[in-house]
Each structure stands twice: as C-alpha cells, then as structure tokens.
C-alpha cells in the first residue's frame, strides 16, 4: 500500500523566474505558476526563497498550469553571493548551471577588473566553469582589447571578445553556450540584455510572454530568468550587480581561487602572510619581476581588505 498516495501524482519541474511567493517552472506539459509549500518555508536558514532559478523541484498539481513545490532536489553547483544590508546572508542566484559568464563593458561604463575578479572566485566556489565576455569591443582599439583579453586567457581563462552592437564575437560566445546550462552576470549597463537579444533574436517577446505569466508589469529585467536556447541548453539571465560580495570565503583562503598566486603562497617568509605587504612576499616579489599581473594582485588586495 502507497502511504503517500500524493507523490505518485507529483511531476518534475525546472525553476525558470522566482520572486516572492510564486515561481513559475517549466514542466514535460507547459509553465506552470506555483507556490512554495509552507514547511519549506519554514525550515529556510536564510532570509531568502529556499526555491531559486535553476532549481528541479518536484510539483503537486492543483490545477491546470497550476502546482504547489513540495521539495527541492539537490543542486549541483550554484552562484551565490553576500546579500547588502545589516545582516549580510547568502543570496543563491542561480543553481545548477555548468557555467558563469561574466560580462564586462570595456567602455561605458569604465571595465573593473575587481568585478571581474570576484565573479571569478565565487564561480570556483560554486562549482561553476568561468567565462570572461567583454563586450563593447566596437568601441576600444583592437591592441587596449588584446592586453585585457590576455590577462584571462594567461590564466587558462576562456574569454570571448565581443560587440552586441556590430555581431562580432558572437559566433564563438554561442559555441560556448551551446549545450550547456550558463548563467551570466555582470554591472549595469555592460549590455547583457543587448547581448541576450543579439544570441536570441525572439527573446523580447518571450521575456514579455514569461512576465505576462508571471503576473509582472514590465519588460526590464526586475529578476532572474532561465531562458531555453534555440541551439540546445539554458541561460539564466540576472538583473545589474552593483557589488559583487563574496560569501563563505575567508580571508586566508583567498589567495588559493588566484590561480597564480596559490602555489607561490607557501613560499613567503611569514607563514600567516597576507600578500598585500609583508616582506618577503613571495606573490609580491612575483608582482615586481613581472610574472603576476598587478591589476590582479591590486585586485586580491582590495578583496582581502573587504573579507
């Protein structure tokens, strides 16, 4: 005998738009909007949805195109950062993607490597494979672009040079969303929406079409949305970062999600050294012959700083 006859009926979903009380999930049938059964709720350890965007989460049905979330399923990996405000939480961005695209305007506005940076490290920490996609390339010389460009790819970062505006670049950032699940993240104003609408020329009216559902009154991006690829895969587009805080990650074990800092931390002279200004620093002594960027090294020092 079933002692949970309701499980039988519970259907499988993907998380695609989440805010407040209702989330809207795709499902082998169509978009369903659906609540939050009330025990999740209740056991939440953040002050957030315990559902986010890219969740797999099983349905009750209690109507047509309608359910209640009776449980959320493992995540795999995620993108989560440290909420602004007086008691700072963990806000999960998005769960259960392969990818992190961060998206950086070499002009307007002014590129911060630091952004960058950050996005770098808590992609590692999430589980996440980074993409560097710098954009606006129509508008910075070819030589200004490459010495960005090589700071990423020295390291064994994929970077993708791209123009929303004029096509280029956009060739190979579409390989490299093809097929998988990514996420992608960036400042206001670096042109992810033009980007979005460049790689999916339909998706204005699609986004129109999920807010309509959603019960939203405005086309902008008010939150985050998982978006099927034409090609094959998901993207999971998020609302302009203003700061980029890093949760979970403790000021010594920093210097380990540099890549070209982590192997020479153990060579300094002090073994509870910063490598912000110690002698005998071996990252700084690397700094200095030219072997560590120092846009990167200002760049750990500020974050270091803030942890």
């Known amino acids: 005998m079933n002692e949970n006859p309701t ?25 369903w909007l659906c609540e939050v ?23 009750e049905p209690i109507g047509a195109g309608a359910g209640v979330i009776e449980r959320v399923l493992p995540r795999r990996s995620q993108f989560a950062r440290a909420a602004t405000g007086f008691r700072p939480y963990q806000q999960i961005v998005a769960a259960n993607v392969d990818q992190l695209i961060v998206v950086a305007a070499l002009v307007q506005p002014v590129l911060r490597p630091g952004f960058i940076d950050r996005a770098l490290v808590m992609a590692e920490r999430g589980g996440l494979q980074p993409l560097v996609c710098l954009n606006k390339a129509d508008l910075v010389a070819t030589a200004d672009t490459d010495v960005v460009a090589a700071v990423y790819q020295s390291l064994g970062y994929p970077v993708c040079v791209v123009s929303a505006q004029t096509g280029q670049g956009m060739e190979a950032l579409q390989a490299r969303l093809t097929g998988r699940d990514s996420v992608l993240v960036g400042q206001s104003g ?36 998982l978006y099927a690829l034409a090609g094959g895969g998901n993207i999971i587009d998020t609302p302009g970062i203003k700061e980029l805080r ?32 110690e002698p005998g620093c071996a990252i700084i002594a690397a700094v200095d012959a030219g072997m560590i960027s120092q846009v990167r090294h200002e760049g750990y020092a500020r974050i270091h700083q803030s942890l």
């Open 246 to 277: 890093l949760w979970d990650v403790s000021a010594e074990e920093l210097v380990g999600y540099f890549v070209e800092m982590a192997d020479l931390a153990g060579q300094c002279r002090f073994r509870d050294c910063t490598h912000v200004g």
């Open 190 to 225: 670096v042109g992810k929406s033009s980007l979005l609408n460049r790689l999916e020329p339909g998706l204005q009216v699609r986004t129109q079409e999920l807010m309509r559902l959603h019960q939203r009154g405005r086309h902008t991006t008010a939150g985050v949305q």
């Open 7 to 31: 499980a039988a009926t519970r259907v499988t979903a993907r998380v695609i738009r989440a805010a407040g009380l209702q989330q809207l999930v795709r499902t082998d049938a169509g978009l």
């Open 37 to 59: 059964r009330g025990r999740l709720k209740a056991a939440r350890r953040v002050a957030q949805s315990p559902v986010v965007v890219g969740d797999w989460v099983e349905v």
